[in-house]
């Protein structure tokens, strides 16, 4: 059962059923969020296996300790950080290898903090107070892919200078929606604004590419990665990463020569959630479930 409240936990199965190998092994879920991976595994494993789950909002952290959506399970730790800072947290649980990670990309931020992680860095109503026009046109357009960046970031900076910038979600959605002249059937015009002042002020592709490199070293051999992501920036992280080290690396001046790397991961290919998910949780639509196996 997922008790994740209002959060319907996409490709819960499929992710589970890829991450599994060993019943008890060591497992980490890299982004607990509200717990239905982690529960969904913990069900799966038998009673020596161990789960590490890891998230960087200290409110996360605090209801999986405790609270009616508890995880009250001897084998389950919860660790407050960033997924980008795993190997340092597999070291502080005296853990070594591991059997499997998950990373379910996917997130929601109803306010204008957007930072996952509540205790450092910048707010997103911070830097459009102070960034300037390019530099805010420059964070939608990439982190976004939105092609209306630079009509948005205008008409920001142009608030701001009138003396009211922009606080809340409301007024950032009403900003967008005046600056954006077409939109796609039933997506709000700000989605696209949203998820890049996200992804810039959480530093997320840079963290998710960290974690991948790390993983390579923390999987033990036959231990899987499962990675779910929502958007197409994420999504070519991980498959460029993911068919990177699934070919060896050839020295093509001497091509009967070993490899001078070999392959150390094989790509078990793709999931994309079925009809049903989709009807059920439109949320699940744009998600893409890629798998790999760590080689000896």
Known sequence: MDHSGLHTTVLLHEAIDALVTKPDGIYVDGTFGRGGHTRELLSRLGPGARVIGIDRDPAAVAAAKDGPDAVRDPRFEIVHASFAQLPAALADAALGQITGLLLDLGVSSPQMDMRMDTTRGETAA?????????????????????????????????????????????????VVARAVRTREAGQDPATRTFQALRIFVNAELEELEQVLTSALGLLETGGRLAVISFHSLEDRIVKTFIARESKAEIDRRAPFAPPSRALRLHALGRVKPGAAEVAANGRARSAILRVAERLA
């Open 126 to 174: 911070d830097f459009l107070a102070r960034a300037d026009e390019r530099h805010i046109a420059e964070v939608i357009r990439d982190y976004g892919e939105e092609r209306f960046a630079v009509a948005i970031a205008k008409a920001l900076v142009t608030l701001r200078e009138s003396g009211t910038p922009v606080r809340t979600t409301r007024e950032l959605s009403a």
